[in-house]
């Protein structure tokens, strides 16, 4: 059973930056897809950006360019960094871990495993 936490949300100024961690246990690091989601209220989760460990990336077309997913073997921590923010980047952001590496895991049911959320808020 892979446990996930996530780290690092909190206040920040709109054009500011601020990095989230993803910190995994429980099973081989290396074996999951590392996934990022966020929630805003009265809103569905929706897909960030994710990272596999052939090195291919993808993001959602409202983060591109301003976000970057990287992802420590060595630490069994993935990472979301965030850059540009802006006020409709507020939400709980959630890593996931998936443990098939194929298509594009860009949904929430391609992910087997959950963190807890940590909130972001931007703010203008």
């Known amino acids: 059973q892979v446990r996930l936490e996530e780290s690092g949300g909190g206040l920040v100024q709109a054009g500011g930056s601020l990095t989230l961690s993803c910190r995994a246990s429980?099973?081989?690091?290396?074996?999951?897809?590392m996934g990022w989601f966020r929630q805003a209220p009265g809103k569905e989760r929706e897909f960030v950006a994710r990272f596999k460990w052939s090195g291919d990336t993808l993001y959602a077309n409202s983060v591109k360019g301003r976000f970057s997913v990287t992802a420590d073997d060595a630490k069994a921590t993935g990472h979301l960094q965030m850059s540009s923010l802006k006020p409709e980047d507020t939400a709980v952001y959630y890593c996931?871990?998936?443990?098939?590496?194929?298509?594009?895991?860009?949904?929430?049911?391609?992910?087997?495993?959950w963190g807890q959320g940590t909130q972001v808020v931007v703010s203008l």
């Open positions: 429980g099973g081989a690091f290396r074996f999951y897809t």
């Open positions: 996931a871990a998936s443990r098939y590496s194929g298509g594009d895991a860009s949904i929430a049911g391609d992910y087997d495993y």
